[in-house]
């Protein structure tokens, strides 16, 4: 079973899509903090639906005994660059914090097979020192694929 997070969002959601066609067999987890009403979860029954947060490391202890999961897509991400900007403390919590409590169950269960789609969104310096305290130069967003 394939553990996707944040597969009710936008990427997530045609990731599901997708992968739930590809491989007829696999089944798939979707963890996300907001569940789809209708369209999503009429997709496939071979896809399951929790409503939880990755941070929440007994619901992940509680997923990961249940079902044999043997791989995770993590899409699971705060991504407003002016929020993150406004609140940088909820983003490292959410996007940071979760993703590292994710990956300490993920250890404790073995598992070590993840795929990662996420924009890093940071507030913090850049290359530009001058620029002042309001600079935009002072917020960037990058990708990375891991
Ligand atoms: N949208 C793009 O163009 C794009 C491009 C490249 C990479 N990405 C990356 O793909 C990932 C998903 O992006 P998206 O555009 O689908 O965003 P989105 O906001 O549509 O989806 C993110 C999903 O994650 C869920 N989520 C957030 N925090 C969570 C948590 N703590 N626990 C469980 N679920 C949580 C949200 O409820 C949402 O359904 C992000 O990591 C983003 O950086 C997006």
Redesign the pocket.
């Known amino acids: 079973m394939i553990l996707v ?9 045609h990731f599901v899509n997708y992968i739930s066609q590809k491989e007829a067999d696999e089944e798939i987890l979707v ?4 569940l789809p009403q209708f369209v999503l979860k009429a997709l496939s029954p071979r896809i399951k639906w929790v409503e ?4 929440d490391q007994s619901l992940l202890r509680k997923l990961f005994s249940q079902y044999k999961i043997t791989e995770v897509v993590h ?5 407003s660059v002016p929020e993150s900007q406004a609140l940088p403390h909820l983003y490292f919590k ?2 940071v914090a ?1 993703s590292m409590a994710l990956f300490e169950v993920m250890e404790e269960f073995g598992i070590r097979r993840i795929q990662l ?5 940071a507030a913090g310096q850049t290359s530009d020192r001058r620029g002042s305290a309001g600079s935009i130069e002072r917020l960037r967003a990058y ?1 990375t694929n891991g």
């Open positions: 997070t944040g597969g009710a969002g936008y990427i997530g959601s963890l996300d903090k907001v939880g947060d990755i941070c899409f699971a991400a705060y991504l959410n996007n979760g789609r996420h924009l890093r969104t990708e």
